[in-house]
């Protein structure tokens, strides 16, 4: 069992930057890791992954270019920098981690993962 939560959320201006963190407890070897967010009236939808390894990364197209994710195994943390934020980026953030076999996998699809976080609000003011 893992249990995951997400830290660093709060209320931002339209181009300001914040950090998301997630502290991972439990059986927290390999798990690969991803952010995912939720707008008010919206599906959820994926933001980013990282590998066990923090080798590889995927990333939405509206994260590319804006948002980092990485990771510390020492410390059981994944991370989500997040900069030039806009409106858009108004969601609850949730953590979500699978327990893997490979150290270089991850995956996209919010159905994959075995565990989430009980989510962040994030809120972005024009």
């Known amino acids: 069992q893992v249990e995951l939560v997400e830290s660093g959320g709060g209320l931002v201006e339209a181009g300001d930057s914040l950090s998301l963190s997630c502290l991972a407890s439990g059986r927290t070897a390999p798990l690969c890791t991803a952010w995912f967010r939720q707008a008010p009236g919206k599906e959820r939808e994926f933001v980013a992954a990282?590998?066990?390894?923090?080798?590889?990364?995927g990333y939405s197209d509206f994260a590319k270019g804006r948002f980092t994710i990485s990771r510390d195994n020492a410390k059981n943390m994944v991370y989500l920098q997040m900069s030039s934020l806009k409106p858009d980026d108004t969601a609850v953030y949730y953590c979500?981690?699978?327990?893997?076999?490979?150290?270089?996998?991850?995956?996209?699809?919010?159905?994959?993962?075995?565990?989430w976080g009980q989510g962040i609000q994030v809120t972005v003011s024009s």
């Open positions: 990282i590998s066990w390894s923090g080798g590889n990364t």
């Open positions: 979500a981690a699978k327990t893997v076999a490979s150290t270089t996998v991850w995956y996209q699809r919010g159905g994959l993962y075995d565990y």
